[in-house]
């Protein structure tokens, strides 16, 4: 790893920095990485969750008994937050109700079940013709981007069209593409940039365009990607696109990460809290990119995704598989469990999230589905108390006290918790890794953030009925002041009539005794004529 002069500014990925802690992780990966990328037989029927975004869950707009063309819109936004979802393929809607779901606040959710018709016709909607991308503005790009329901593919589910669209105080000059798909196990974005290296640059160049200002374009892979690296320089000699750049990183979990990835590429530091469009760097899953690439050139929606099925199942592979598939139906085309299985994970071993029933559904955020058997898991029922050895703080990516987090979550010291940045922490798992008491760290600071949200969301409603009673308050106190006006007011009005009428009859009284003073006798006038 180079080290950085201080005498001149450098390209973001020029140079490598280091980010603290993380940790060496065996990877996995080949297992899956063998077979070319295919597409499982049609399932019978696709089960598609209303969410699979950040932000509201979305509307249907279809009801059971509707016949519907590849492509079609079947569910909007509730509001303006979310993403739209498509048919992924034609077919009859055979329901809308409760399913279980891949998530871990609602085990079930609504979901619409599609009947695939064995056609795959396409809606008018993907067949129109639309203009050269270089031809449309950054609005248009973008409105193209939100039709076609595209969110962050590496597990955010963020919707792309807002995270590019955004008000900030520097111009975004750095577009990263993220391939560093360092959690063990996951190989999809490899695979994806192994087929459709050139497709992911044009996905990039596309979204540069969206963003109007971009000067830097990296692709960051992990260093035991060498194939991967050819792959895009043969790419990138066709796109000939002089901003982009190809950055190999150190193969250290979790330095996929996005606020990890971004200091090791441009040494900077995402604040705490803040985004790095803040200091003028957008990251984008390479996944993504593709998926705005087939948007904007192919006219195709997100209706399908790359998903690795590995560990124990017959033949690890990777599938290009449609939204809705159900887990079962991808496990059965992978040759089925091998025996003893006894968990199975979407996601990796570290992050991943534990799948309760194989009747669960592949979504936009559905990267992986991985197969343990019990000898590859940790024994929950094993943890013991903390011995205070820092291990999780010496390899803490986000430079958190994990056991101090830990404390404050189980004697709910809810001030402290937040006053250690538990918002900070990214669930890499690495502390539970190395925690030689084998306590569920992660597990706690999910629990812990969960009653932080529910604590500010009371400290705000709380907030605001403050704010609505000091505001009552406020305006009683006007009242009261308006009316003591008025009252003095009239008061003054009322001693000012006082005080004329007083100079008035004082006035009078004046006049009065100057005519009664004129009209009496005068005593020495008589005596005078009488003289
Ligand atoms: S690694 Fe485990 S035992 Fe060691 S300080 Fe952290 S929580 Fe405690
Ligand atoms: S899970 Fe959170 S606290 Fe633990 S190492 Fe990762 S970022 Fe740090």
């Known amino acids: 790893m180079s080290s950085v002069p201080a005498s001149r500014t450098h390209a973001p990925g020029e140079f490598l920095h280091n980010f603290h802690g993380g940790l060496k992780l065996r990877h996995y990966k080949r297992m899956s990485c063998l077979h070319p990328v295919t597409r499982p037989p049609m399932p019978e029927h696709l089960s598609l969750a209303l969410k699979q975004h950040v932000g509201d869950r979305s509307i249907a707009l279809v009801k059971p008994g509707q016949q519907v063309l590849k492509g079609e819109v079947l569910a909007r936004p509730a509001s303006g937050f979310g993403a739209l979802l498509h048919a992924p393929t034609s077919g009859r809607i055979a329901a809308i109700d409760e399913q279980p779901v891949i998530s871990r606040q609602h085990p079930v959710d609504t979901c619409i079940t599609l009947i695939p018709d064995d056609r795959d016709e396409w809606h008018s909607d993907c067949q129109r013709m639309i203009p050269d991308w270089r031809q449309m503005s950054g609005e248009e790009l973008l409105k193209r981007i939100a039709d076609a329901g595209i969110v962050g593919l590496g597990g955010a589910v963020f919707p792309t069209h807002r995270k590019l669209k955004g008000h900030w105080a520097q111009p975004i000059k750095t577009l990263i593409l993220n391939g560093a798909e360092c959690e063990p196990y996951i190989s999809c974005d490899e695979m994806l940039m192994r087929e459709h290296p050139e497709q992911i640059l044009l996905g990039a160049q596309i979204v540069a365009r969206t963003l109007g200002t971009v000067e830097h374009i990296v692709i960051a892979l992990e260093d035991q990607m060498g194939e991967v690296e050819d792959d895009f320089k043969r790419a990138q000699r066709i796109v000939d696109d002089p901003r982009i750049a190809i950055c190999r990183v150190r193969k250290i979990y979790p330095e996929g990460g996005e606020r990890q990835l971004i200091k090791v590429l441009t ?265």
């Open 267 to 531: 040494g900077l530091e995402v604040p705490s809290g803040g985004y790095p469009q803040q200091l003028g760097i957008v990251c984008l899953n390479v996944g993504t990119a593709w998926s705005v690439k087939r948007a904007l050139v192919d006219r195709v929606p997100l209706i399908e995704r790359y998903v690795t099925v590995t560990g124990a199942v017959q033949e690890p592979r990777n599938w290009l598989t449609l939204l809705g598939t159900p887990v079962r139906h991808l496990i059965e085309a992978s040759g089925g469990l091998q025996p003893q299985v006894n968990r199975l994970v979407m996601g990796g071993p570290v992050m991943g999230m534990a799948i309760s029933d194989d009747a669960i559904s592949v979504t936009k955020g559905f990267n992986c589905l991985l197969a343990l058997r019990p000898e590859q898991l940790r024994d929950p029922t094993h943890s013991m108390p903390c011995i205070n050895c820092s291990e999780c703080v010496r390899v803490c990516p986000a430079r958190l006290m994990p056991q101090l987090l830990y404390h404050s979550i189980r004697t709910g010291d809810i001030r402290q918790t937040s006053e250690l940045a538990l918002f900070d922490c990214i669930e890499c798992g690495c502390c539970d890794l190395v925690c030689p008491s084998h306590i569920p760290l992660t597990e706690y600071f999910r629990l812990g953030k969960s009653q932080l949200r529910s604590s500010l969301r009371e400290q705000q409603r709380a907030s605001k009925s403050e704010q609505r009673h000091q505001a009552r308050n406020q305006r009683l106190e006007a009242q009261q002041a308006l009316r003591a006006e008025r009252r003095a007011a009239r008061q003054q009005a009322a001693a000012d009539q006082q005080q004329a009428q007083q100079t008035i009859a004082a006035a009078l009284a004046r006049v009065r005794g100057k005519q009664a003073r004129g009209s009496a006798p005068q005593a020495d006038d008589s005596e005078e004529s009488g003289a």
